[in-house]
């Protein structure tokens, strides 16, 4: 065990420990955050209990909870809902030309990535009477995270592939300032990434009225985007009413490097996820005890200079490093941990792509940092987390298309297909079905 990096040895120790997973959406909440539900709701509920609470106000109340919820808990002034086009477009004078044409550089490179990948995607089709017909959502709904932190690159990450899509009608919602606006960089990133229209709104009571639809807020048909605990929460509970991209816990980065890597780099690499949240998780597999230690040092070194380096202490001394006996026994580490974002700092980092099986994205050597993928790179930096991407994928232009199934047969067909039918149906005791079929059969 060592100082603010945790640093254990073996792969037994590091699953027992640096990589024990907890229930992700049941952490243990700060005395603040439980002196502040005691207040609001006059009871000691559990962030479960809480969004259950208002996502049931919402339903019953429409824009009245909503305004409530979300002016109690962003501090906000009173305001319109729904943010004028006036407003929209005085955002760009607030914001300096340098930071405007970075957020259209990021745009475009998000839609030149997702347009190759709508290329490869799924194609309507017609053969022998079956297909399929591709179409886009007809409105979706972004939750525009970021309170404390403004973070454009969330906007641009989940809006982009929906107009890539072709979705008709993208819905933002976002929490406002202390004087009832929205941060003139999140207005400016909505605008160039394509969301149509955009509502005061934060979290739980924001997707609830996305869900229900309320007096202002249109009702969509999905949920996209990460957000805090509660609205995680509150997408697992409102699913099934709404569809729901999925659900996203705090952010992961693994780093796998072997004596090769620069000691600096992988502290960087470390810190740049540990800054996000106190509950992010920055993880170094190494076959490298030395490495280890010097990534400790770097950490503390680099530690002194940062903005959020409170957050980030926090959320490195909640991951760790690990010292294991191979690239392999690292490989297997990660596989079964299943990061969000795998960074890999090896001599040939290339060779171990082909046995990467589960992580969100993979970072290629020390040209291809994992900040590059939260801005500008291309792919969307809304990944699985938890665990999730031993089964899901990071967040594409798929998930703004549905399929539908097409059955369109001649009559040959029904004679050729029918007779099977109606032997299961009746197989099966469902005679309706069967003479659905035979009553054709018969007039043929």
Not at 101 to 112: G, H, K, Q
Not at 209 to 224: H, N, Q
Not at 262 to 286: I, S
Not at 325 to 334: I, N, P, Q, T, Y
């Amino acid at each position: 065990m060592s100082g603010t990096l945790r640093i254990v040895h073996g792969a037994a120790e590091a699953r027992a420990t640096v990589l024990r997973r907890d229930a992700p959406l049941d952490p243990p909440l700060p005395p603040a955050m439980r002196a502040a539900i005691l207040d609001v709701f006059g009871a000691p509920l559990t962030p479960a209990e809480v969004v259950a609470r208002i996502i049931d106000d919402v339903r019953r109340e429409g824009d009245a909870a909503v305004r409530r919820y979300s002016q109690r808990f962003d501090g906000s002034k009173d305001a319109p809902m729904e943010v004028s086009v006036e407003e929209r477009a005085a955002a760009y004078a607030r914001v300096p030309t340098e930071l405007v044409e970075a957020v259209v550089f990021a745009v475009d490179r998000v839609r030149t990535f997702h347009e190759y990948q709508r290329e490869h995607g799924p194609r309507p089709f017609a053969e022998h009477g079956l297909g399929m017909i591709v179409r886009p959502i007809a409105r979706a709904g972004v939750y525009m995270t970021g309170s404390a932190a403004v973070l454009p690159s969330s906007i641009v990450h989940v809006a982009v592939p929906a107009t890539v899509a072709g979705v008709p009608e993208i819905v933002g919602v976002t929490a406002a300032r202390a004087d009832g606006s929205v941060h003139p960089l999140k207005l400016v990133a909505a605008e160039r990434a394509g969301v149509h229209r955009i509502f005061r709104a934060s979290g739980a009571q924001a997707l609830a009225a996305l869900a229900f639809g309320t007096e202002s807020i249109p009702r969509v048909d999905k949920l996209f985007g990460p957000g805090n605990l509660f609205v995680t929460l509150a997408k697992q509970q409102l699913y099934g009413q709404v569809g729901i991209d999925a659900l996203y816990g705090p952010t992961e980065t693994l780093v796998i490097a072997d004596e090769s890597a620069d000691a600096d780099l992988c502290a960087a690499d470390l810190l740049a996820q540990a800054e996000h949240d106190e509950l992010a998780r920055p993880l170094l597999l190494t076959t490298s005890e030395p490495l280890a230690y010097a990534v400790e040092r770097a950490v503390e070194q680099q530690l002194a200079h940062l903005e959020r380096g409170a957050v980030a202490r926090t959320a490195i001394e909640r991951g760790g490093a690990a010292v294991v006996a191979s690239l392999d026994e690292a490989v297997e580490l990660a596989n079964e941990f299943a990061p969000e974002h795998l960074c890999l700092l090896t001599r040939e980092p290339e060779a171990l792509v082909s046995r990467i099986t589960n992580a969100g994205g993979v970072f290629v050597g020390e040209t291809s940092p994992e900040v590059l993928g939260d801005y500008v790179a291309g792919p969307s930096h809304v990944m699985p987390t938890g665990g999730s991407a031993r089964y899901a994928s990071p967040l594409t232009v798929f998930d703004f298309l549905k399929v539908m199934s097409t059955i369109a047969l001649s009559a040959a067909e029904l004679r050729h297909l029918g007779p099977a039918a109606a032997t299961l149906a009746r197989a099966e005791g469902l005679t309706a079905h069967a003479r659905s079929i035979e009553l054709r059969l018969e007039g043929r």
